[in-house]
């Protein structure tokens, strides 16, 4: 039986719909000033936002989270835990994690958020993680591998002197929150899985500053750098169609 749920052309389109509303939080987020507010009040515009626009949170699927976001600060690499006790502040790297179920179908997207001014180092490392997705997409066609991907984002990071996080990868995305399969954001040109038109994929490097080695932290979610360095990431949900990679969280 196959792991990977491939996905129709409609089933693309309506992908693309719960995409679309990620990305027009992020428009708005972007507009706005996140300095002073709490991690919770961001989290609340984001949860109020997707019911606007009669869908759901898909990160409230999964078992015990109920939150409509993730938002991890600084060194907190990914799965930060919104809290009224966070409060953003000048010189922040704010990650914003967002999910969004429509009509039964899941798009998932992440952005780095510089809450100016920033250091001349942080603004560079969420550069290049911004960059290095932006140089994944266009290897996201049938007969490719996955190892291209990943060794795409691990060349232009280690470059640059940053480090791929290894602990946590992208992953299939449509049907549900997290499918088939495992999308590394490292490895070796011509290895791993054959990428297969009609996957869905969130691909999502996550760089950090210094080492790649992460710590969890005892609430269960929240994952930080183990050296206490800064860490960026972005994400995209990109089909895979006959004419080449469609980003579905733009």
Same mark, same amino acid.
């Given at each position: 039986? &196959?792991?990977? &749920? ?152 280690? $470059? ?5 996080? &290894? ?22 040109? $011509? ?60």
């Amino acid at each position: 039986m &196959r792991d990977v &749920r491939l996905k129709s052309a409609d089933d693309i389109e309506r992908i693309r719909e719960a995409g679309r509303i990620i990305a027009g939080i992020f428009a708005e987020l972007s507009g706005g000033t996140l300095e002073a507010r709490s991690t919770l009040e961001i989290d609340r515009l984001i949860e109020e936002r997707i019911h606007r626009h009669k869908a759901r949170p898909s990160f409230k699927t999964i078992r015990k989270y109920d939150h409509a976001s993730c938002i991890s600060l600084n060194n907190e690499i990914v799965h930060g835990i919104p809290s009224k006790n966070k409060i953003v502040r000048a010189g922040d790297l704010v990650k914003i994690d967002i999910g969004v179920v429509k009509n039964g179908y899941f798009a998932d997207s992440c952005k780095t958020f510089l809450v100016e001014p920033v250091s001349k180092r942080a603004a560079f490392l969420a550069q290049t993680t911004e960059e290095a997705l932006a140089a994944a997409i266009p290897l996201l066609c049938a007969g490719k591998r996955l190892g291209d991907v990943g060794a795409a984002i691990q060349s232009l990071a280690e $470059g640059r002197g940053f480090s791929v996080v &290894r602990d946590f990868t992208g992953h299939g995305v449509g049907f549900a929150v997290h499918e088939q399969p495992a999308v590394p954001h490292f490895g070796r040109k $011509g290895t791993g899985r054959i990428i297969e038109e009609g996957m869905v994929l969130a691909v999502e490097p996550m760089l950090n500053e210094g080492a790649p080695e992460v710590l969890s932290l005892l609430d269960g979610w929240t994952v930080v750098t183990a050296d206490g360095r800064l860490s960026a990431q972005f994400e995209h949900t990109v089909a895979v169609t006959r004419n080449g990679p469609v980003v579905l969280t733009i």
